[in-house]
């Protein structure tokens, strides 16, 4: 498990960034797969689940997570569901403790907020499309229907597919370049003529950025290139594996 310093002063909150480590897992999916959407054994995945939430100190059962879609959807989340009632989402925030708000990436940005003062926490799965659409801003101003501020909040950008791994094609720059000019900093030229490679923490950085947080950090892991901690989609692809294991973060408040 993962944890950043910038969450590190925040009495009352508890967050990990799991790795692929530590769970029943077999095989593609070895070990610590969180994902119910992959071909695993939904046991496996559920004991998963239970050895990360009580990392966290909480019960299989407290901890949520959405149907996630790369959207701008976020949700207050006031209960747990049940997994079968999953609703369609990829952001959540809560005001309520003892309930982990879950995200599960393999390749995507998982991104974790905290604000102590209000004791409100979010959580937000940042593929580019999400990203794009604004999945942080309506994370950011979910916690502040909830009565955090902007300047409190702290982010923790979790493992991702970081640029040198992040080949993309011709159409990209352009179609960020249309929602804001300055996100062409977050291309360079690949290898491949016509195509870029996509800086996806760094833009998820920007856009927090320029919503005034408090402070914003980064965990620098590329899920692409460390096969032994974490899981990849894009490596599954590029080694022709037939499916892949999903990591979750979390975060919970407790009282």
Not at 215 to 228: K, L, Q, R
Request: aromatic residues 8%.
């Amino acid at each position: 498990m993962i944890t950043l310093d910038v969450f590190d002063d925040c009495d009352g909150v508890r967050h990990g960034f799991f790795t692929r480590e530590g769970g029943v897992s077999g095989g593609l999916f070895s070990s610590l797969n969180c994902g119910y959407g992959s071909g695993d054994d939904p046991a496996n995945v559920a004991r998963n689940r239970a050895i990360a939430a009580g990392r966290l100190g909480l019960a299989e059962d407290r901890l949520v997570t959405c149907y996630q879609i790369h959207s701008p959807t976020v949700l207050t989340v006031t209960e747990p569901w049940r997994r079968e009632d999953a609703p369609r989402a990829d952001g959540m925030v809560t005001d309520r403790p003892d309930i982990a708000l879950g995200v599960l990436a393999a390749d995507c940005a998982p991104v974790l907020f905290a604000d102590l003062k209000a004791e409100v926490i979010g959580a937000a799965h940042g593929g580019w499309r999400g990203a794009l659409g604004g999945v942080m801003e309506a994370t950011v101003a979910a916690m502040t229907a909830l009565g955090a501020a902007p300047s409190r909040i702290r982010a923790g950008i979790g493992p991702c597919i970081a640029q040198q791994s992040y080949e993309v094609g011709p159409e990209f720059p352009g179609r960020f370049s249309e929602t804001d000019s300055e996100s062409g900093a977050f291309f360079v030229a690949a290898e491949r003529p016509g195509h870029f490679r996509f800086d996806l923490p760094g833009y998820i950085a920007y856009r927090l950025a320029r919503l005034g947080l408090g402070a914003i950090a980064d965990a620098a892991c590329d899920t692409v290139a460390d096969p032994t901690r974490f899981f990849s989609y894009r490596r599954a692809c590029l080694t022709g594996e037939r499916d892949y294991g999903r990591a979750l973060a979390a975060i919970t408040l407790g009282r």
